[in-house]
């Protein structure tokens, strides 16, 4: 396919509620939509940035200028795609960026489904028509919001409970959960705050049958990551550490991990997130899929990469109605009672753009096309 045009969108949503975490609250999402057309038909992409460089180096103006000075430049001028995959090998020598790159290839992605006639999820070599989803619950200042957001959760159908955690609101927090909610699947997330000088609270940790503690050390750690795995019994998930397949090869080897969070732009793309999951799988070590907070097109990614086998454990896609008053997609997604979310089954991302709202809530935009044909 030869990429005819690509139009690049910068996004400002509000968020229904502040969604705080280890390194800060985030009351709207700013980031990027991506479209590519070829052959009469549009594939979308999302590029999973934020306004501040918190959660990885990345923010909506490095990703714009990337993708307007290097990568679409790129996919312009390239020669025809015979398949995906090609993108992420055309962007390789560039560095790092891969929000930015991940959202052209994702883009190309849903295009190729589309012109294949095949549901992306089929076309990534999916396996599942329906996934597994669990939430992830901000940290409250308040325990009976919390409470209140977890019954309603609960009450929902999602299939796995995910909490916040940083220093001085753990230990106690996840105590009181259990008390509150007995058994129910939880996990918990610190973003990177805490040391192994935090050993001991750690290990209290330990005794709260977690089914997981996801990225508890440094941002770009494996190593203090494989002392702190030796001593828990609780699984260690990494998330921001995994860039790429190599990590996670790396991390595996080091034993500095027993489940990984597989996030599409963290690591670049649908192919390297392919990738990663088939490693893991080799290796025997389950996977599942994290969010970023996404816009309804970014969360039609993850729901389906989620359809490929090894994503055993249920990720934080949940329903449009979690982050946002309005989705830019119809249908939005919904969660099933019984904490699943239907695959679609129409070719590509399977859900479709709402132009209107799609305008509402741009705040600037560019269009690109191909000069050489
Ligand atoms: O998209 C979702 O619902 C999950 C959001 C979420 O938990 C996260 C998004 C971005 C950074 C972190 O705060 C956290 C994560 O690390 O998984
Ligand atoms: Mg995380």
């Not at 709260?208 to 828990?232: C, R, S, T, V, Y």
């Not at 027993?258 to 490693?279: F, T």
């Amino acid at each position: 396919m030869f990429i005819e045009k690509v139009t690049m969108r910068q996004m400002k949503m509000i968020l229904k509620s502040p969604f705080q975490t280890s390194f800060g609250t985030q009351l709207e999402r700013e980031f990027i939509l991506t479209e590519v057309q070829a052959d009469g038909l549009t594939g979308y992409g999302e590029c999973v940035v934020s306004k501040d460089p918190l959660y990885n180096e990345e923010t909506v103006g490095t990703a714009w200028h990337i993708l307007e000075q290097f990568l679409i430049p790129m996919v312009l001028e390239q020669a025809e795609f015979s398949h995906p995959d090609e993108a992420g090998q055309l962007f390789s020598p560039i560095r790092r960026n891969n929000m930015a790159k991940s959202a052209i290839e994702g883009a190309i992605w849903d295009l190729y489904a589309k012109q294949q006639n095949l549901p992306l999820a089929k076309a990534l070599g999916g396996t599942k028509d329906k996934i597994e989803v669990g939430i992830s619950i901000g940290i409250e200042e308040d325990i009976n919001q919390l409470f209140r957001n977890v019954e309603n959760y609960i009450e929902q159908g999602y299939r796995r409970f995910k909490f916040k955690i940083k220093p001085g609101k753990d230990v106690e927090i996840i105590r009181a959960l259990r008390s509150r909610f007995g058994d129910i699947p939880m996990m918990a997330d610190a973003n990177s705050a805490y040391t192994l000088n935090d050993m001991d609270t750690l290990k209290e940790l330990d005794y709260f049958n977690l089914m997981m503690i996801e990225q508890p050390l440094a941002h770009d750690d494996i190593i203090d990551h494989a002392k702190l795995q030796k001593q828990l019994k609780t699984p260690v998930c990494l998330d921001e550490s995994i860039h790429s397949c190599e990590d996670a090869r790396k991390a595996i080897e080091l034993g500095s991990t027993r489940i990984i969070n597989i996030k599409i732009g963290r690591v670049g793309g649908l192919s390297e997130a392919k990738r990663i999951h088939d490693l893991c799988r080799e290796k025997g070590v389950p996977v599942w899929c994290g969010g970023m907070l996404e816009s309804g097109i970014g969360r039609a990614h993850n729901i389906a990469m989620t359809s490929l086998p090894n994503f055993i454990l249920p990720g934080d896609t949940a329903a449009s109605s979690r982050y946002w008053y309005e989705d830019v997609i119809s249908p939005e997604v919904t969660v099933n009672k019984d904490g699943t979310i239907d695959i679609p089954l129409s070719p590509g991302i399977g859900y479709q753009p709402k132009p209107e709202l799609l305008d509402k809530y741009t705040v600037k935009q560019r269009e690109f096309v191909r000069t050489n044909k």
